[in-house]
């Protein structure tokens, strides 16, 4: 939990997001703090190997952004995509 100190112990959660064409489930029963919230951001190490490949922007939702992580130091691959980049293509009618 980014800003804020977590006084609860764990607890079990599902994780789900946008992340693979087949389902939205990252992880059941994973062990998190038990004061998070939807909206809080959860790092993971991976998704799925087709994950940023194979990502659609079906309902208008952005993709994420890719980091690259080494040696304690994070990096930007790509940047995540907004609304503006979403929009850019269409014409108009």
Do not use: Q, W
Not at 20 to 30: F, H, N, Q, R
Not at 37 to 43: E, I, K, R, S, T
């Amino acid at each position: 939990m980014i800003g804020r100190a977590a006084h609860e112990g764990a607890r079990d959660f599902t994780v789900v997001g946008h992340h693979c064409e087949s389902g939205d489930t990252l992880a059941d029963a994973a062990a998190l703090p038990a004061g998070i919230h939807p909206g809080d951001v959860l790092a993971v190490a991976a998704t799925g190997a087709y994950n940023h490949s194979m990502a659609s922007t079906y309902n208008m939702t952005g993709r994420p952004p890719v980091v690259a992580v080494s040696r304690g130091k994070a990096r930007l691959v790509v940047r995540r995509e907004g609304l503006d980049d979403l929009l850019r293509r269409d014409v108009g009618l």
